[in-house]
């Protein structure tokens, strides 16, 4: 299976402009599954609610997932993407899977960071799975990396390979934890951030980049730069995330001593 990340700017605000620069970026590469970053298609720093409930799209009738679908469907790759998802007068930090038939999957971001929990509504779906391109994927956003029991609850639930859209502020922490999730849960993980800024007039943010994949045993596969443009593919055998020894005596599934975590 091929799986990889594209770390790209977006332009805020200008959702046809970044589907452009994802079609002209992503036509023609050779993948089964891109993860794509946080809120790639509107931008991250929102002045308001209403601000972030105008630039926000129902994905049943979006421009946006209908050109990342026809996308899928010229390439025969999936994608997963962050979006500013809109329900009637809610509004979602939600990462979507999308491929060739379209919207497959939405997991809303349960874990809001900062600032986003004056704009957004919180997460109100269960963690799911989904089996795509031979591969059991799991979906978490950004700071869900804080919180060790998102990818543990996606491990239990039979995800290989989780799908980790972001917009990191924060200078290294979460590359650093999801080795560590790795590790501990002997899965892969692709973290798609974003680079550059987002510059409004009520102030300016800036995203760190250093977008990666990485491997069961926390083995870091690709890093990409800090302020640069990067796709990066590799080759993975999701089965490898199957096996949860750790020492021939360790499973770390069948290890957990759950009646005393309660
Ligand atoms: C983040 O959750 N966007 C830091």
């Given at each position: 299976?091929?799986?990889?990340?594209?770390?790209?700017?977006?332009?805020f605000g200008?959702?046809?402009?970044?589907?452009?620069?994802?079609?002209?970026?992503?036509?023609?590469?050779?993948?089964?599954?891109?993860?794509?970053?946080?809120?790639?298609?509107?931008?991250?720093h929102f002045r308001d609610r209403a601000e972030l409930?105008a630039l926000?799209?129902?994905?049943?009738?979006?421009?946006?997932?209908?050109?990342?679908?026809?996308?899928?469907?010229?390439?025969?790759?999936?994608?997963?993407?962050?979006?500013?998802?809109?329900?009637?007068?809610?509004?979602?930090?939600?990462?979507?899977?999308?491929?060739?038939?379209?919207?497959?999957?939405?997991?809303?971001?349960?874990?809001?960071?900062?600032t986003?929990?004056?704009f957004?509504?919180?997460?109100?779906?269960?963690?799911?799975?989904?089996?795509?391109?031979?591969?059991?994927?799991?979906?978490?956003?950004?700071?869900?990396?804080?919180?060790?029991?998102?990818?543990?609850?996606?491990?239990?639930?039979?995800?290989?390979?989780?799908?980790?859209?972001?917009?990191?502020?924060?200078?290294?922490?979460?590359?650093?934890?999801?080795?560590?999730?790795?590790?501990?849960?002997?899965?892969?993980?692709?973290?798609?951030?974003?680079?550059?800024?987002d510059?409004r007039p009520h102030g300016?943010?800036?995203?760190?980049?250093?977008?990666?994949?990485?491997?069961?045993?926390?083995?870091?596969?690709?890093?990409?730069?800090?302020?640069?443009?990067?796709?990066?593919?590799?080759?993975?055998?999701?089965?490898?995330?199957?096996?949860?020894?750790?020492?021939?005596?360790?499973?770390?599934?069948?290890?957990?001593?759950?009646?005393?975590?309660?």
């Open positions: 299976m091929r799986i990889g990340f594209w770390q790209f700017r977006p332009r200008a959702a046809a402009h970044n589907l452009r620069q994802a079609r002209e970026a992503l036509s023609g590469v050779a993948a089964d599954l891109l993860v794509l970053p946080e809120l790639a298609f509107t931008g991250y409930m926000a799209e129902d994905p049943a009738a979006s421009p946006t997932v209908e050109g990342l679908s026809g996308l899928c469907r010229e390439n025969g790759f999936h994608l997963v993407t962050g979006f500013a998802e809109r329900k009637g007068d809610k509004v979602y930090n939600s990462a979507l899977l999308i491929g060739p038939e379209g919207l497959v999957a939405t997991y809303r971001k349960l874990h809001l960071f900062n986003e929990k004056e957004f509504d919180p997460g109100d779906l269960p963690l799911r799975v989904v089996e795509v391109a031979g591969a059991r994927i799991g979906m978490m956003v950004c700071f869900d990396w804080a919180f060790p029991e998102v990818a543990r609850t996606l491990t239990l639930r039979g995800a290989q390979v989780l799908c980790h859209p972001s917009n990191l502020v924060l200078s290294g922490y979460c590359q650093q934890a999801m080795l560590t999730r790795c590790l501990e849960n002997r899965v892969y993980a692709v973290t798609a951030n974003r680079f550059g800024a510059v300016t943010l800036r995203f760190t980049g250093r977008s990666q994949i990485v491997a069961p045993g926390g083995v870091l596969l690709v890093r990409a730069p800090a302020q640069r443009r990067r796709l990066e593919v590799v080759e993975i055998d999701p089965a490898t995330a199957d096996d949860k020894a750790i020492t021939p005596r360790n499973d770390l599934l069948a290890d957990r001593r759950p009646e005393f975590y309660a």
